[in-house]
């Protein structure tokens, strides 16, 4: 490689682009390039055409060929999903702030939960502790799809007694990725938690604190990184969840965006533009909380072999 | 849900506890929220699940399920004699067959992209974090969102962006609906599964490629190996266990998986999954006892897949 760098091209005026390009270049560095280009386009382009479909008119979306380029902005779209006068009006902001009302609770109460439980795993000694995070382990195995016909038939059996509807019910959902996200969460902290140091705490403890002010005053403070890839990964799983939503979920006024857009694109007259823009509604927060966190999160989904 | 302090500090001024028991029951008053609501949610219903498997349970019974009744293996029965289910000829697999053909395939596809992935990004480039945020994408988004963007990259009609490009090219006469082809289909979900969770390999390759020891490719170097030799004998063994444990989480998901197939082709034309029967049997023709023995048996392929492994990777071992 070295040799190919040092001959430099010399100044000789017969040489051609080509012949510039193979002594500039090596032949790894060229299918390096092409491969790089092969990775970016493929993942690109589905969101290109995302976000450029959603400012394409009903003209442009039906016609004969495709169009790569919309003539202009047009918020034909965004139109059917926000404004109430018009005709095929979808209420898409209702759907909006459901998303936002069970994805944030969640991502919350399982940021909580996982530290007080993780600091238990890593810093206190009980029997049964290997046991208990096994079986919590197991969530993985399950199919979400085994445990959908339980859950209703038990939710239902329960809501008949104490009073409460399963379906259409945010809370009930909550729970349910909360059973989905709390055991990485709860892996994903207490791998944190092996790496800070019991010295600070022991002193606190011997100063007088309670444990739950050791936690809140010191391990709190120290681990957020950890804190804020358990807060996204959560929050990511309850703002894109789809097969739980779609079963309890019947009251239009009551659906997350995912249902919401499904309900638009099994629409007898499909319109892919509408589809596209409340796609691209959906996905562009999502994109953007990651790459303004990539650099905790990345660390965090790696530690906690998150599922997908 | 808040925790009062008192509450927590109190066993620290009572006599008679040692520490041990206090820390063990402060350790079980921390962890019990977690531990109900994964019981809960999960362990609880997964064996109910058994339950309701050997029970007749219809729409109508849902109500009062503790009251169905118990009909032995029939719902396994229906669910294995089903049409959907069986290996009928080689031109309409079954769902027990498509789903370990499809899970086995799509894993090993996601690995390869995965680990070409980490194998570029292992490289140092300008933008090489950019790069790497980027190629997360397909992982992040909305799993509804990616999958209509595709249907809507494979549209059938000639302003399907896929048959604008192929008939460009001259590869097509007539437009094609590529998700509506047996064969075709489930290739694409393939391809659509490899390019959504490739990433997830990525992630955990690349994190083991950056923790190789440097002075291993010196010695292959100065063995006088290539890159293809440094490939093989130091990049590949070093992966191993990661490549390991990835093949079998991955292998998992995948088999469990709903979403993808679901919104891509509803399980039509040659793509119908053990997960999809599932949805069909519970919630289209509101069977949930024939629904739940169809989960049953998802859940036991699944067991011998992990055995199988278990297996192969002692053996691994011992060598």
């Not at chain 1, 996905?283 to 906690?304: D, M, S």
């Not at chain 2, 549209?155 to 437009?175: A, H, T």
């Amino acid at each position: 490689m070295t040799a190919n760098r040092t001959a430099r091209p010399s100044s000789d005026e017969s040489l051609n682009f080509i012949e510039h390009l193979a002594r500039r270049f090596t032949l790894r560095q060229f299918i390096f390039a092409i491969t790089l280009t092969f990775f970016l386009v493929s993942i690109l382009f589905p969101f290109y055409w995302m976000v450029s479909s959603s400012f394409k008119t009903y003209a442009e979306i039906g016609g004969r060929e495709p169009v790569y380029i919309p003539s202009a902005l047009r918020m034909e779209a965004y139109q059917e999903l926000f404004d109430p006068s018009n005709p095929s009006y979808q209420r898409f902001g209702i759907n909006i702030l459901n998303t936002i009302k069970i994805s944030i609770p969640t991502a919350l109460v399982a940021v909580m939960l996982s530290v007080l439980g993780a600091y238990a795993v890593t810093r206190l000694r009980f029997r049964g502790r290997d046991l208990m995070l096994n079986s919590i382990l197991l969530v993985y195995l399950f199919p979400g799809i085994l445990l959908i016909i339980p859950l209703f038939a038990m939710l239902s059996q329960i809501g008949a007694q104490v009073g409460f509807e399963v379906r259409d019910n945010l809370a009930v959902l909550m729970f349910t990725y909360l059973a989905q996200t709390l055991p990485v969460a709860l892996y994903m902290l207490a791998n944190y938690f092996r790496t800070i140091p019991h010295e600070i705490e022991q002193a606190a403890l011997i100063d007088g604190c309670t444990r739950l002010s050791v936690i809140w005053r010191i391990i709190v403070p120290l681990a957020v990184p950890a804190l804020v890839s358990v807060f996204i990964y959560t929050f990511m799983i309850a703002w894109n969840e789809y097969l739980y939503a779609y079963v309890f979920l019947n009251e239009r006024t009551m659906f997350t965006m995912p249902i919401a857009i499904d309900r638009i694109f099994n629409d007898p007259q499909p319109r892919p533009h509408v589809v596209m823009a409340a796609s691209t509604i959906a996905t562009l927060p999502v994109i953007a909380l990651f790459l303004a966190l990539e650099r905790y999160l990345a660390e965090g989904l790696a530690a906690g072999g998150v599922k997908g | 849900m808040a925790v009062s302090t008192e509450k927590l500090a109190a066993p620290k001024q009572r006599k008679g506890y040692s520490i041990q028991a206090q820390e063990a029951r402060l350790a079980w008053f921390l962890l019990a929220p977690t531990a109900l609501i994964v019981f809960g949610v999960v362990l609880f219903p997964a064996i109910f699940s058994v339950w309701i498997s050997f029970r007749d349970v219809g729409l109508k019974e849902l109500g009062a399920v503790l009251q169905s009744e118990f009909i032995g293996l029939d719902n396994y029965r229906a669910a294995i004699n089903d049409f959907a289910f069986k290996f009928q000829s080689l031109e309409s697999w079954g769902a027990a067959v498509t789903s370990v053909v499809y899970s086995v395939v799509a894993t090993v596809v996601t690995m390869l992209v995965g680990l070409l992935a980490a194998l570029v990004l292992n490289r140092r480039f300008r933008a090489r974090g950019l790069a790497r945020a980027v190629f997360l994408f397909p992982y992040i988004a909305p799993i509804v969102s990616v999958a209509f963007v595709w249907r809507w990259i494979l549209d059938p009609r000639p302003s399907g962006v896929l048959n604008d490009i192929l008939m460009g090219v001259g590869l097509i006469d007539l437009p094609r609906a590529y998700l509506a082809q047996r064969g075709l289909a489930l290739a694409l979900v393939i391809v659509f599964t490899a390019w959504r969770y490739f990433p997830f390999a990525m992630l955990m390759l690349l994190a083991r490629l950056q923790a190789i020891d440097a002075t291993l490719y010196e010695a292959a170097d100065v063995d006088g190996a290539g890159e293809w030799g440094k490939f093989w004998n130091v990049t590949i063994p070093e992966l191993r266990y990661v490549l390991g444990s990835l093949f079998l989480l991955r292998l998992i998901w995948t088999f469990n998986k709903f979403d993808d197939i679901w919104l891509l082709t509803g399980g039509g034309f040659g793509t119908n999954v053990l997960p999809v029967l599932t949805y069909q049997f519970s919630f289209k023709m509101n069977n949930f006892g024939k629904g739940a023995a169809n989960a049953m048996i998802l859940l036991l392929i699944l067991v011998v897949f992990l055995v199988l492994y278990l297996v192969v990777m002692r053996r691994g071992d011992e060598d």
